[in-house]
């Protein structure tokens, strides 16, 4: 699936919040420069409603770093991204 996302230039997002920290899937997400957000709670109401209240932030994120990276959703809307999500660099 992370192949078919790099391909298509689309932007992963996933409740799988434990994804960065797999090696095999750590290491798919650098080789395909993957730009990925996680949602950080699963008590979110509903997705769309967040994605809504992120995609502001979520585009800024997205025109400024080309990936890879792993940035997290909080349940209030705000995404939150540090220099250590950049996962290449590692």
Do not use: N
């Amino acid at each position: 699936m992370l192949r078919k996302v790099a391909e298509r230039k689309w932007i992963l997002i996933t409740f799988d919040k434990k994804q960065r920290t797999r090696l095999l899937e750590r290491r798919l997400i650098e080789q395909f420069k993957i730009r990925e957000f996680v949602f950080t709670s699963r008590e979110i109401g509903d997705p769309g409603d967040l994605l809504v209240k992120a995609c502001r932030q979520m585009r800024t994120i997205c025109k400024k770093h080309d990936g890879p990276f792993v940035a997290s959703i909080a349940k209030s809307g705000k995404v939150y991204f540090r220099p250590e999500d950049e996962t290449g660099e590692s």
